[in-house]
């Protein structure tokens, strides 16, 4: 078959776009017939450019796989608190071209590049039963602090002792982030990926909880002692009932895994131990819903003080 005059092919290698990037790595103007939307006016521009909906879908490169490095997440409103908090550095954005249209203000504040892609395309990429609403970003983490890093505004911080379900974590960051706590402490290990699930869980929590990871959780909580913190463990056993402990600020209010409870060690790190007493048929909650009922205890007592 004879080759177009003037056609792409004619071009030599080195000229041809992304020629020397690997092909997961390549993005869409690598493609023939695939183009990034450009979504706003820049500055200089004479007349502003057409929206994001008015573009082709492209054919995206490969998606990244979640990393150390690079962060995948998904749903609107993960998505978009992502864009606004600007605390990470966005690298890509798939999106449907509804989507993209409700995100143009905030994707015109970021650097990002948009890929205008269908749903089954992020349906494949996350799975049919995932609630994507038509937008993934792949992006770099937020680095997490040191504990000495904390600083105390609300004087309410949560340390989460091996949790490792994406959905508890998740909500517990969304709730965090609601009540303005001033850092989660987890562990590195035995602890979800911020990222995907917990991401979508989190609903743009992510961005306005700042996470302090350890390596040694017992460590961490004689820090936590040291710079003054009331170490409270939330234990069903507990001898009195959070509404009938008396908290100082700041406060470091510490859960255990479901199941597993605190563990020993943990315990032994507590300054008081307390339980919340529930007066209805079920006296247990799931970890995510106990941490909202201790946030939201809590956050009073200390107003109150």
């Known amino acids: 078959m004879k080759k177009p005059s003037g056609s792409r092919f004619d071009r030599p290698q080195a000229e041809r776009p992304n020629a020397d990037r690997p092909k997961s790595d390549r993005s869409p103007e690598g493609f023939k017939g695939a183009r990034k939307p450009r979504l706003g006016p820049k500055a200089g521009d004479a007349r502003p450019k057409a929206g994001p909906a008015a573009g082709a879908l492209a054919t995206p490169r490969a998606f990244r796989r979640p990393s150390p490095e690079l962060t995948i997440i998904y749903g609107y409103h993960a998505v978009r608190e992502a864009l606004l908090a600007g605390k990470r550095q966005c690298l890509d954005l798939f999106a449907t071209p509804a989507a993209a249209e409700r995100l143009a203000a905030e994707i015109g504040g970021n650097e990002v590049h948009v890929h205008l892609i269908s749903p089954e395309i992020l349906d494949a990429r996350l799975g049919g039963d995932s609630v994507h609403q038509g937008v993934l970003l792949e992006a770099r983490p937020i680095e997490p602090i040191d504990i000495s890093e904390i600083k105390t505004q609300s004087g309410l911080v949560l340390v989460l002792d091996q949790l490792t379900d994406p959905h508890n974590v998740g909500a517990i960051l969304r709730t965090a982030a609601a009540f303005g706590v001033d850092a989660i402490v987890t562990t590195e290990r035995h602890s979800p990926e911020f990222s995907g699930v917990l991401a979508k869980a989190a609903s743009g929590g992510l961005e306005h909880a700042p996470i302090c990871e350890v390596v040694n959780l017992a ?72 941490c909202a009922v201790a946030l939201t205890l809590a956050h009073a007592a200390l107003a109150k003080g």
């Open 219 to 290: 460590r961490a909580l004689e820090q936590l002692g040291d710079a003054g913190y009331l170490r409270v463990g939330l234990d069903s056993e507990g001898p009195a009932s959070l509404e009938q402990t008396p908290l100082t600020r700041p406060t470091a209010l510490v859960l255990g895994a479901e199941g597993k409870g605190l563990r020993r060690l943990t315990r032994e790190k507590c300054d008081v131990l307390a339980r919340l007493d529930m007066p209805g048929a079920i006296k247990s909650l799931n970890v995510s819903n106990a």
